[in-house]
């Protein structure tokens, strides 16, 4: 195949991984070997002759740039081997057609690609699945070293630099009972990394010493009906607690209830996020809408008029401009703040949304469903950046680590925690000699 400039050819073999790349009018020992990840399929060049782009059999199409010997980079999406690629026009858009069904459409522009190769894409499986665990939730600490895990009976905190386990907090003790079938249902780092707070069944919250794991605050009754989410606002100075119907307000100094505030009640929990800065809450209203209110006064600050029956999940933006939700299909909204009114709609869960998170950055966001995946999205390309595959079961918490670098997950059944970190920038390009 040659390039549409004339300057390039690339042929490759079917039933092997290499491609063989190189200028048309150069000596041959100029050449080079693109290794893949899997056979090609298919190639196709960039109507700028700039990029080469490939389709393998394992659900990958790979970009190459031409005009570097950078690593290529990889475009996940697709749930089967990718058969065939093909430009629209002179648009930066590449179609790729799958065995599993679906044609899938790429930004091709550096923009897009720069996002592609900043994603996070290989596994490090911290805990394996196992039979009887649960994963409910998990928190990273502010200094981006330890992610505590809530697997109901115990609380896990691992060490994200060795991968190893630091700690294992039985939430009996924790919550000071003898009943051994306590639960966590919930945790969160407080601001500052000093407090590790924890929430139960017995709709109850506690908080320990984030070093020692040992309670400097006793078991305070906050709701009703269980405690589903927790996150610290104005400076760790207060925690909010959601459960299904309300969100409770708590003082962390007095350690007593502020106020409470109605909400959705959702059968597996009440969705909500707070500000980076601290000051917002976003969360779902009895009437089914969205709105983020100004903690400190309890003011409606911005609603997000679109309706849904159950909000799975909600996350704000780290520049507070905007929020994200899910409704009960798995599709992910993305909603403007300031100018109120829509800016993204994303389909492609099969099944309900109930975790969100967005990279430091605000330039990922990743959704984890019902249907065992995570999915990251560019929100300001439009496009589905990736589609990571790996959980047993549902995915039942998300958030980012190593400062945007990686990104941590558990799912429900079996209790699995992954670290999903992005490949380093290595060179896969060997000159044919």
């Not at 707070?274 to 809450?281: F, I, K, R, T």
């Not at 520049?319 to 300031?338: C, H, I, K, P, R």
Request: glycine share 8%.
């Amino acid at each position: 195949m040659f390039s549409p400039d004339g300057r390039w050819v690339a042929m490759h073999t079917t039933g092997h991984r290499r491609v063989l790349l190189g200028p048309v009018r150069q000596p041959s020992d100029e050449h080079r070997v693109l290794e893949l990840s899997a056979d090609v399929r298919a190639l196709a060049f960039s109507a700028d002759s700039q990029a080469l782009f490939a389709a393998t059999t394992d659900e990958n199409v790979h970009a190459c740039d031409l005009t570097s010997s950078d690593r290529p980079v990889v475009l996940r999406g697709h749930s089967d081997g990718v058969n065939d690629l093909a430009f629209l026009g002179p648009e930066p858009v590449l179609v790729s057609v799958s065995s599993d069904g679906t044609a899938r459409r790429w930004r091709t522009d550096a923009a897009a690609l720069t996002r592609a190769a900043e994603l996070p894409s290989e596994c490090e499986v911290l805990r394996a699945a196992e039979e009887g665990r649960v994963g409910l939730d998990l928190s990273v600490a502010p200094d981006q070293r330890r992610l505590a895990v809530a697997f109901y009976r115990q609380v896990w905190v691992f060490d994200l630099v060795s991968g190893r386990v630091e700690a294992k907090v039985l939430s009996a003790d924790a919550f000071g009972t003898a009943d051994p079938d306590t639960g966590t249902t919930a945790v969160a780092y407080s601001p500052d990394g000093v407090h590790l707070a924890l929430g139960g069944l017995g709709n109850q919250v506690v908080l320990l010493d984030a070093a020692t794991h040992q309670p400097v605050k006793p078991p305070l009754r906050v709701l009703h009906r269980g405690v589903a989410r927790m996150a610290f606002a104005l400076g760790g100075r207060v925690l909010v607690v959601s459960g299904t119907g309300e969100v409770a307000l708590v003082d962390v100094e007095d350690w007593q209830v502020l106020r409470h505030i109605p909400a959705a009640g959702n059968a597996l929990g009440e969705a909500l996020a707070v500000s980076a800065n601290g000051h917002w809450l976003a969360m779902a209203t009895t009437n089914h809408h969205v709105v983020v209110r100004e903690i400190a006064v309890d003011r409606l600050v911005a609603t997000c008029p679109h309706p849904v029956r159950f909000v799975g999940a909600v996350a704000s933006s780290p520049d507070a401009q905007s929020v994200a939700f899910s409704d009960e299909s798995g599709a992910v909204y993305l909603w403007d703040l300031t100018g109120q009114r829509p800016l993204r709609r994303w389909t492609g869960h099969r099944g309900e949304v109930l975790n969100l998170a967005f990279s430091p950055d605000g330039r990922t966001l990743a959704s984890g469903g019902f249907d065992f995946t995570i999915r990251l999205w560019h929100p300001d390309l439009d496009q589905e950046a990736a589609i990571l595959t790996g959980h047993p079961s549902m995915i039942f918490g998300l958030a980012f680590a190593a400062h945007g670098d990686a990104l941590a997950s558990v799912s429900l059944h079996g209790g699995a925690v992954l670290l999903w970190r992005a490949k380093p920038a290595t060179n896969d390009l060997a000159v044919a000699r």
